[in-house]
């Protein structure tokens, strides 16, 4: 009888404990007791491809957000940039977190592009580039890029 009440006094206190687990881990995630989560799954062919407004070479599709809220909300937006499409010397206003998917982006900080002084990377790169800063960045072959950032997405060009 001993070891019966032994077997389930811990089982009261594994089941206990998994229940809390699993509590703090939906508390965590920002969930709301008896909230349906669901994943947002967007496949390669399902992505919707814009051109890029006041860049050439460049067309845009949107993953997730909104990049021309003015809340501050995460983005996510991929580029595709043609072989050989300069992006001119700009800056943000935010924070950019960009992974390069597929090319090469040749990229730089600096007030003036000078492709000697670029880094190549390729796919699986990351660029953190914080506010305000400079930079710019030259396409070689077809190069898609994973970019995301807090709203509103912001490009100011150098004059």
């Known amino acids: 009888m001993k070891k ?83 992006v001119p010397v700009h800056w943000h206003t935010d924070s950019e977190r960009v992974t390069v998917l597929s090319g090469t982006l040749l990229f730089a900080a600096g007030h003036k592009i000078d492709q000697a002084k670029t880094t190549a990377l390729g796919p699986g790169s990351f660029i953190f580039v914080p506010a305000n800063m400079h930079h710019y960045a030259i396409a070689k072959g077809e190069t898609i890029l994973q970019i995301a950032g807090n709203g509103p997405m912001t490009m100011n060009l150098m004059k």
Do not use: E, H
């Open 4 to 86: 019966l009440f032994c077997g389930l006094f811990l089982a009261v206190i594994v089941a206990v404990g998994v229940a809390s687990i699993a509590s703090a881990d939906t508390m965590s995630s920002g969930a709301t007791t008896g909230a349906a989560m669901t994943p947002t799954i967007i496949t390669a062919d399902q992505l919707k491809w814009t051109p890029c407004q006041g860049l050439n070479g460049c067309n845009m599709a949107v993953l997730w957000g909104d990049p021309n809220n003015k809340t501050g909300a995460i983005y996510v937006v991929r580029l595709k940039l043609d072989d050989g499409t300069k």
